[in-house]
């Protein structure tokens, strides 16, 4: 058997080193699936402790609240998840296991995409958590609005788990720059996005931001498309937004990991 | 390149810019290495040994020069060098929320391994590196010494031609280290693998390199058998203690005489020198003496070790090396440790 491996040279295949590097990131999560729900606390903490509040606010039923919440809860999943996940890659690039795949006769890209294309198994996973523990309380979401909002989460965590890895690429054994980068983005994306708090009574410099803010627009679709509807200009938005994220994204992390060493 | 040269290198030469000011890590390394050999660079931190092993693993360009690795040129054909290399890193070499045993999979699929092949090569590799207890842990959960052994399994998931390891044994505690070495050597008798590491513990490059290059300021400066290196550049430190004080300016004398060596006076009735095959030498100097009727009361002969050789060569100690030399700017994180294992 060791002589039938002898002489052998792999060449580097795009296609067939995405699929191996993203089979490889999913198999923490095959398992050890637990460790997908504890990663929920934050927005369910948001969903229960904030939600009320919003009720409160607006005077309106919880269902018609959680309506408009739940679908800002599942980009905020994306958000603080996907966002996160180049803290995986940065540690990996300080213990040596990132310099071993280098190594490896890999195309470089297939580093970054397949860990990317993992990002949506995760938001997969958690959106149809919450969206099942926020039916308990009345929300009800369209099916295929649903399937279609799985779908525009899934192109812009793509983009932003690209982004979060090109930031540990960038950032290298720098941990406190990299959360220093990621928590300041993060948050301005966030508000400015009106997941939290509707951004209608905001002042019109906070608006116009929030108009160049893709989240805003993510999140605005995601909203249309749970109530079903499809063909509104929101959700052309949204996935104008979600796509650039992602294309914009794959691109600065194809560059920043063809530069690692 | 002869067909049973595995990596031959032409004047390979790394420069770095730090803070503006040009820094050689690698200058000129010409070396060629034949297939099956154990070659251990030697040097202290900072010398270069990291960052050729680097640029021989396509990690990172050279500046000028070149270098084919298992038939392939660094340069113009990295991927066929990294499909037929197996390297171990200063660092863990699989993912800290991985399985033992899923990383090792992952890594034959990464080599284009199909499913039964790579299921049976790591079946193979957690028994002959003894995974077994731990291939279903998670590899932060895996002790310092265990994590090695599954780096050196991921290096060796593809049958690689050769054997790249970086400081395979910093950080492990004696009992580990002795454990790891066992492994390297047995792997190395049952693949024929060649293998090629980087070390600052010396009576490690002693005990188990064929091959010794020693490596300072960016430079080869020795490249031999330890055994060779250590007779010809250093020799044995003799001492004898005499029964009387009077006797030891005749015994300095004929010391000069047979061992050409001059002897250092240590206190007034014992004297030290040191001399190429000194332990053999030494009979024939203790019938000379007992000849002139001095007799001797003890006699000690101890070999050179690699330090010494070092020490001949560059006018200081590895351990002193360590100390005095600034990091080059590729080994600020792999070069910085602490040398032990010294064996003077």
Same mark, same amino acid.
């Given at each position: 058997?060791?002589?039938?491996?002898?002489?052998?040279?792999?060449?580097?295949?795009?296609?067939?080193?995405?699929?191996?590097?993203?089979?490889?990131?999913?198999?923490?999560?095959?398992?050890?699936?637990?460790?997908?729900?504890?990663?929920?606390?934050?927005?369910?903490?948001?969903?229960?402790?904030?939600?009320?509040?919003l009720?409160?606010?607006?005077?309106?039923?919880?269902?018609?609240?959680?309506?408009w919440?739940?679908?800002?809860?599942?980009?905020?999943?994306?958000?603080?998840?996907?966002?996160?996940?180049?803290?995986?890659?940065?540690?990996?690039?300080?213990?040596?296991?990132?310099?071993?795949?280098?190594?490896?006769?890999?195309?470089?890209?297939? +580093? @970054?995409? =397949?860990?990317? #294309?993992?990002? !949506?198994?995760? /938001?997969?996973?958690? *959106? %149809?958590?919450?969206?099942?523990?926020?039916?308990?309380?009345g929300?009800?979401?369209?099916?295929?609005? +649903? @399937?279609? =909002?799985?779908? #525009?989460?899934? !192109?812009?965590? /793509?983009?932003?788990? *690209? %982004?979060?890895?090109?930031?540990?690429?960038?950032?290298?054994?720098?941990?406190?720059?990299?959360?220093g980068?990621?928590?300041?983005?993060?948050?301005?994306?966030?508000?400015?996005?009106?997941?939290?708090?509707?951004?209608?009574?905001?002042?019109?410099?906070?608006?116009?931001?929030?108009?160049?803010?893709?989240?805003?627009?993510?999140?605005?679709?995601?909203?249309?498309?749970l109530?079903?509807?499809?063909?509104?200009?929101?959700?052309?938005?949204?996935?104008?937004?979600?796509?650039?994220?992602?294309?914009?994204?794959?691109?600065?992390?194809?560059?920043?990991i063809?530069?690692?060493? | 390149?002869?067909?049973?040269?595995?990596?031959?290198?032409?004047?390979?030469?790394?420069?770095?810019?730090?803070?503006?000011?040009?820094?050689?890590?690698?200058?000129?390394?010409?070396?060629?290495?034949?297939?099956?050999?154990?070659?251990?660079?030697?040097?202290?931190?900072?010398?270069?040994?990291?960052?050729?092993?680097?640029?021989?693993?396509?990690?990172?360009?050279?500046?000028s020069?070149?270098?084919?690795?298992?038939?392939?040129?660094?340069?113009?054909?990295?991927?066929?060098?990294?499909?037929?290399?197996?390297?171990?890193?200063?660092?863990?070499?699989?993912?800290?929320?991985?399985?033992?045993?899923?990383?090792?999979?992952?890594?034959?699929?990464?080599y284009?391994?199909?499913?039964?092949?790579r299921?049976?090569?790591?079946?193979?590799?957690?028994?002959?590196?003894?995974?077994?207890?731990?291939?279903?842990?998670?590899?932060?959960q895996?002790?310092?010494?265990?994590?090695?052994?599954?780096?050196?399994?991921?290096?060796?998931?593809?049958?690689?031609?050769?054997?790249?390891?970086?400081?395979?044994?910093?950080?492990?505690?004696?009992?580990?280290?002795a454990?790891?070495?066992?492994?390297?050597?047995?792997?190395?008798?049952?693949?024929?693998?060649?293998?090629?590491?980087?070390?600052?513990?010396?009576?490690?490059?002693?005990?188990y390199?064929?091959?010794?290059m020693?490596?300072?300021?960016?430079r080869?400066?020795a490249?031999?058998?330890?055994?060779?290196?250590?007779?010809?550049?250093?020799?044995?430190?003799?001492?004898?203690?005499?029964?009387?004080?009077?006797?030891?300016?005749?015994?300095?004398?004929?010391?000069?005489?047979?061992?050409?060596?001059?002897?250092?006076?240590?206190?007034?009735?014992?004297?030290?020198?040191?001399?190429?095959?000194?332990?053999?030498?030494?009979?024939?100097l203790l019938?000379?003496?007992?000849?002139?009727?001095?007799?001797?009361?003890?006699?000690?002969?101890?070999?050179?070790?690699l330090?010494?050789?070092?020490?001949?060569l560059?006018?200081?100690?590895?351990?002193?090396?360590?100390?005095?030399?600034?990091?080059?700017?590729?080994?600020?994180?792999?070069?910085?440790?602490?040398?032990e294992?010294?064996?003077?």
């Open positions: 058997m060791t002589a039938a491996l002898e002489a052998r040279t792999v060449r580097p295949q795009l296609a067939r080193d995405t699929w191996n590097v993203l089979l490889r990131e999913l198999k923490p999560m095959v398992r050890d699936p637990f460790s997908l729900i504890f990663s929920l606390l934050q927005p369910l903490v948001f969903l229960g402790l904030f939600g009320p509040l009720v409160a606010q607006s005077g309106q039923d919880l269902a018609t609240t959680l309506a919440f739940v679908p800002g809860v599942l980009v905020m999943i994306v958000l603080f998840g996907t966002g996160a996940t180049g803290s995986n890659l940065q540690y990996e690039m300080m213990t040596g296991s990132h310099e071993r795949t280098l190594v490896a006769p890999l195309s470089r890209p297939a +580093l @970054l995409i =397949g860990r990317a #294309l993992k990002e !949506v198994a995760p /938001i997969v996973v958690q *959106a %149809l958590v919450i969206v099942g523990i926020a039916m308990i309380f929300f009800r979401a369209h099916p295929l609005g +649903l @399937l279609a =909002g799985l779908g #525009l989460l899934a !192109v812009f965590g /793509i983009g932003l788990g *690209a %982004l979060s890895y090109s930031l540990a690429l960038a950032t290298k054994e720098h941990e406190w720059l990299f959360w980068v990621q928590q300041s983005l993060i948050f301005p994306l966030l508000i400015l996005s009106g997941v939290l708090l509707p951004l209608d009574g905001g002042p019109g410099w906070m608006r116009a931001v929030a108009s160049f803010n893709p989240v805003s627009h993510v999140v605005e679709a995601q909203r249309a498309l109530g079903g509807s499809f063909g509104s200009s929101e959700v052309l938005w949204g996935w104008l937004a979600a796509l650039l994220v992602a294309l914009v994204g794959l691109a600065v992390g194809v560059r920043a063809r530069k690692s060493s | 390149m002869p067909s049973d040269t595995v990596i031959s290198t032409q004047s390979l030469t790394k420069r770095f810019t730090v803070k503006k000011t040009e820094v050689t890590a690698v200058t000129d390394l010409s070396i060629d290495v034949r297939r099956g050999e154990l070659v251990a660079f030697l040097g202290p931190n900072g010398a270069g040994k990291s960052t050729s092993l680097r640029m021989l693993t396509t990690l990172i360009p050279p500046t020069g070149g270098a084919s690795v298992a038939g392939y040129d660094i340069e113009r054909d990295p991927s066929g060098v990294r499909s037929r290399i197996g390297y171990v890193g200063q660092g863990s070499s699989g993912s800290f929320s991985q399985r033992v045993r899923d990383e090792l999979l992952s890594q034959g699929a990464f284009g391994m199909g499913r039964r092949e299921t049976q090569r790591t079946d193979e590799l957690i028994s002959s590196l003894e995974l077994e207890s731990f291939a279903s842990r998670t590899v932060q895996l002790s310092g010494g265990q994590k090695r052994r599954l780096d050196i399994a991921l290096g060796l998931v593809h049958a690689p031609a050769v054997l790249f390891l970086d400081e395979p044994s910093t950080g492990l505690d004696p009992q580990s280290r454990n790891l070495w066992e492994h390297i050597v047995a792997l190395r008798a049952r693949y024929g693998t060649t293998v090629f590491l980087t070390t600052h513990y010396l009576e490690e490059a002693d005990r390199a064929e091959r010794v020693v490596m300072d300021s960016g080869v400066i490249d031999d058998t330890a055994a060779t290196l250590k007779a010809n550049l250093a020799g044995d430190a003799i001492t004898l203690t005499l029964d009387e004080a009077t006797h030891l300016a005749r015994a300095s004398s004929a010391v000069e005489r047979l061992a050409g060596a001059g002897a250092e006076r240590r206190d007034d009735r014992t004297l030290a020198f040191t001399a190429p095959q000194g332990s053999a030498l030494l009979p024939r019938r000379e003496l007992d000849h002139e009727g001095i007799r001797v009361t003890t006699a000690t002969a101890v070999p050179p070790t330090d010494d050789v070092f020490l001949a560059t006018g200081r100690t590895l351990r002193d090396a360590d100390k005095t030399e600034p990091d080059s700017p590729e080994t600020s994180n792999d070069e910085t440790r602490t040398l294992g010294s064996t003077r």
